[in-house]
């Protein structure tokens, strides 16, 4: 008798432990209160800032913005709009038109560097490999960073999938 109590008692529990294991593992948790967004990338990064409308635009024009939106690491050394209107009357205009994609692919990736460079990790006279093939050069004097001779005026803005630095100028490749 006592066998047959205790063979009831133990499928008594252990159908309650099923139960209870359905249960839980039916339970879905709102995880938003704790993480209200992901951390952006570095593409969403140069969309949420006003100076930087025309880079978007130019990255989008380049349909880079897949690439970018990848998980990298990149650094992208993003210039603003202002930056944009410093370069001669019609340059802007010409590489965002269809038949010059190359063209701006070019110009982009050559401020897009492979991996998370921080200001921190940068040195005088450092040459870093951009993703369009050429080299930057780093030069920093009296506190102030500037790559190929444009002025980082914003560093460590960092993304899910790398860093942006804003600097005040556009770069041109050689090619």
């Known amino acids: 008798m006592k066998k047959i109590v205790l063979g009831l008692v133990g499928m008594a529990i252990l159908s309650s432990a099923m139960v209870m294991a359905t249960a839980v593992n039916n339970i879905k948790i709102d995880t938003t209160a704790v993480y209200p967004q992901a951390l952006k990338d570095v593409v969403d990064i140069t969309i949420g800032s006003p100076d930087h409308t025309t880079l978007v635009a130019a990255v989008k024009a380049a349909g880079l913005v897949e690439t970018l939106k990848s998980a990298g690491p990149f650094t992208v050394f993003a210039p603003t709009n202002a930056a944009f209107n410093a370069l001669p009357k019609g340059t802007v205009e010409g590489l965002l038109k269809p038949e010059s994609k190359s ?60 860093v942006v630095h804003v600097i005040n100028a556009v770069m041109l490749p050689k090619n």
């Open 103 to 162: 063209a701006l692919t070019n110009v982009l990736t050559y401020h897009v560097v492979a991996g998370a460079v921080k200001a921190a990790d940068l040195k005088d006279g450092q040459k870093i490999k951009t993703l369009q093939g050429e080299e930057l050069t780093v030069s920093i004097k009296g506190g102030k960073v500037k790559i190929n001779g444009a002025t980082v005026s914003a560093a460590d803005l960092t993304g899910s999938n790398g």
